[in-house]
């Protein structure tokens, strides 16, 4: 086996995963990261793996929901992202947050101190060489605009963009407590949680209707060289979920079910804004849902309309940002190399997926794809079974079956999500014992038990199978 290093290009979630990986296998790694040489729209910092959106990791439930399945799977495969988020959670309900600046600087010093790893900051402004031989690239949805352009120049496709918002971040002592209350949805305690994790700031209908007015009349940011560029659904600026209708925000990030206001019982708000624990000093909290590109002016103005947010003090207000990834079933092949150039690969968000976990996720398989081709081995990928299996294939080529009018392949970043998973086979939903037919959600809920038990057991089958063709070699 060579000692010759593997270059990893960018120093986000995926491209540190990806170099963790590799160096955990026992191969060098050298990690090119650009900032601060060169910044971006959104990063405020040199550190690796900045989290620069929410501070949620999502779901942490393995039994039935898809994002809690990726990340068991990742615990499973030894990912230095995941060890690092449940080393620096703050409560968060079900889900798993992070205090990001902890998260970030402990990632940083992880991949600093390992020996088999160097940082090098500065920017690749090109694809690698091919005397660097296998190389990963995982720069992200904010790819410089010059390697961006090389990549368009190899492949003969062009890259596709969407708009990304970053939400406000209030500190928590300026919110006006004796009007918002903690409470979890449902009451629902999650990792590091107490059932009373957010901070609700309820809104009833005449406020809503004046609040929702303000947003589809609020000066927004413009951005004359990205028009006709697609919004990606599940990060919509909250001012254009507000355009959709006036019932939209109520029966998305505002929804009020699952919650009764502290502070007067009886009375059941029509609107309810959640924000959700930023650090771990609790004196900050994100708007959860509250991505937007509104003027800083405008968003200040706004969103004080919220009650308990009337005196908010802003860490930061909202932003908007291009997300550019490739026509990856076109480019790539199953195993994340450029059919062009097959010494590259991609990994990460610029790949067409979404989220943080997913990200760092296929920069987990293209480090560990990269490690086994150095060692000489032929291994497999996740099956469509897993969580990793089945973003994957959608990724490399899942979204292929889908044509829009006139031909036009069309593919979009996607979450992870049960509806990418192969199908259980018959007999695997059992009726709850006593029982006839399922009652309500019980089929649902079994169904989503069933895919996440075989998500795990498969995975866990095919770290197995790589770890005894290692040992074979």
């Given at each position: 086996?060579?000692?010759?290093?593997?270059?990893?290009?960018?120093?986000?979630?995926?491209?540190?995963?990806?170099?963790?990986?590799?160096?955990?296998?026992?191969?060098?790694?050298?990690?090119?990261?650009?900032?601060?040489v060169?910044?971006?729209?959104?990063?405020?910092?040199?550190?690796?793996?900045?989290?620069?959106?929410?501070?949620?990791?999502?779901?942490?439930?393995?039994?039935?929901?898809?994002?809690?399945?990726?990340?068991?799977?990742?615990?499973?495969?030894?990912?230095?992202?995941?060890?690092?988020?449940?080393?620096?959670?703050?409560?968060?309900g079900?889900?798993?947050a992070?205090?990001?600046?902890?998260f970030?600087?402990?990632?940083?010093?992880?991949?600093?101190?390992?020996?088999?790893?160097?940082?090098?900051?500065?920017?690749?402004?090109?694809?690698?060489?091919?005397?660097?031989?296998?190389?990963?690239?995982?720069?992200?949805?904010?790819?410089?605009?010059?390697?961006?352009?090389?990549?368009?120049?190899?492949?003969?496709?062009?890259?596709?963009?969407?708009?990304?918002?970053?939400?406000?971040?209030?500190?928590?002592?300026?919110?006006?407590?004796?009007?918002?209350?903690?409470?979890?949805?449902?009451?629902?305690?999650?990792?590091?949680?107490?059932?009373?994790?957010?901070?609700?700031?309820?809104?009833?209908?005449?406020?809503?209707?004046?609040?929702?007015?303000?947003?589809?009349?609020?000066?927004?940011?413009?951005?004359?060289?990205?028009?006709?560029t697609?919004?990606?659904?599940?990060?919509?600026?909250?001012?254009?979920m507000?355009?959709?209708?006036?019932?939209?925000?109520?029966?998305?990030?505002?929804k009020?079910?699952?919650?009764?206001?502290a502070?007067?019982?009886?009375?059941?708000?029509?609107?309810?804004?959640?924000?959700?624990?930023?650090?771990?000093?609790?004196?900050?909290?994100?708007?959860?849902?509250?991505?937007?590109?509104?003027?800083?002016g405008?968003?200040?103005?706004?969103?004080?309309?919220?009650?308990?947010?009337?005196?908010?003090?802003?860490?930061?207000?909202?932003?908007?940002?291009?997300?550019?990834?490739?026509?990856?079933?076109?480019?790539?092949?199953g195993?994340l190399?450029?059919?062009?150039?097959?010494?590259?690969?991609?990994?990460?968000?610029?790949?067409?997926?979404?989220?943080?976990?997913?990200?760092?996720?296929?920069?987990?398989?293209?480090?560990?794809?990269?490690?086994a081709e150095?060692?000489?081995?032929?291994?497999?990928?996740?099956?469509?079974?897993?969580?990793?299996?089945?973003?994957?294939?959608?990724?490399?080529?899942?979204?292929?079956?889908?044509?829009?009018?006139?031909?036009?392949?069309?593919?979009?970043?996607?979450?992870?999500?049960?509806?990418?998973?192969?199908?259980?086979?018959?007999?695997?939903?059992?009726?709850?014992?006593?029982?006839?037919?399922?009652?309500?959600?019980?089929?649902?809920?079994?169904?989503?038990?069933?895919?996440?038990?075989?998500?795990?057991?498969?995975?866990?089958?095919w770290?197995?199978?790589?770890?005894?063709?290692?040992?074979?070699?």
């Open positions: 086996m060579s000692n010759e290093p593997i270059h990893v290009v960018g120093g986000g979630l995926a491209g540190s995963e990806a170099a963790w990986q590799i160096a955990e296998a026992g191969i060098p790694v050298i990690l090119h990261e650009m900032r601060p060169r910044g971006t729209e959104a990063h405020k910092t040199d550190g690796l793996a900045e989290l620069v959106c929410s501070n949620s990791f999502r779901s942490d439930d393995a039994t039935a929901n898809a994002v809690g399945v990726i990340h068991a799977e990742m615990r499973l495969a030894g990912s230095l992202i995941m060890a690092t988020a449940d080393k620096h959670q703050v409560p968060a079900g889900a798993l992070v205090d990001r600046e902890g970030s600087a402990a990632v940083t010093q992880a991949l600093g101190e390992h020996p088999r790893v160097t940082i090098e900051r500065g920017e690749i402004d090109g694809l690698p060489p091919e005397d660097w031989g296998t190389t990963i690239v995982a720069t992200g949805p904010l790819t410089a605009p010059s390697l961006a352009e090389s990549i368009r120049k190899a492949t003969g496709e062009d890259a596709l963009a969407f708009f990304d918002a970053i939400a406000p971040i209030v500190h928590f002592d300026s919110i006006d407590m004796d009007k918002a209350w903690f409470q979890s949805r449902y009451d629902k305690v999650g990792p590091g949680g107490t059932g009373k994790d957010y901070v609700n700031c309820p809104l009833d209908r005449e406020t809503y209707e004046r609040f929702v007015a303000a947003l589809v009349e609020g000066d927004r940011a413009e951005f004359k060289s990205w028009e006709g697609p919004y990606f659904d599940g990060c919509l600026p909250i001012e254009v507000a355009e959709r209708g006036p019932e939209t925000l109520r029966h998305g990030p505002m009020p079910m699952g919650l009764t206001n502070h007067d019982p009886e009375v059941k708000p029509y609107a309810v804004v959640q924000l959700r624990q930023d650090n771990a000093l609790g004196t900050l909290y994100n708007m959860v849902g509250f991505q937007t590109k509104l003027k800083y405008a968003q200040a103005e706004i969103f004080r309309m919220i009650p308990g947010l009337q005196n908010a003090e802003f860490a930061r207000l909202g932003g908007l940002h291009r997300n550019t990834y490739l026509n990856s079933p076109v480019l790539l092949d195993f190399r450029l059919k062009a150039r097959p010494h590259v690969r991609f990994a990460g968000q610029i790949t067409g997926c979404e989220g943080y976990v997913e990200s760092a996720a296929v920069g987990l398989m293209a480090g560990r794809f990269t490690a150095r060692r000489g081995e032929a291994i497999p990928a996740p099956p469509q079974t897993t969580a990793m299996g089945a973003l994957l294939a959608h990724i490399t080529g899942g979204h292929l079956a889908h044509q829009e009018e006139g031909g036009k392949r069309s593919f979009q970043p996607m979450n992870v999500n049960f509806g990418l998973f192969a199908p259980l086979e018959p007999g695997a939903i059992q009726k709850p014992e006593g029982q006839k037919r399922f009652r309500g959600k019980e089929k649902a809920i079994a169904k989503k038990n069933a895919l996440s038990r075989r998500a795990l057991a498969d995975f866990a089958a770290l197995a199978g790589a770890e005894t063709r290692q040992a074979a070699e």
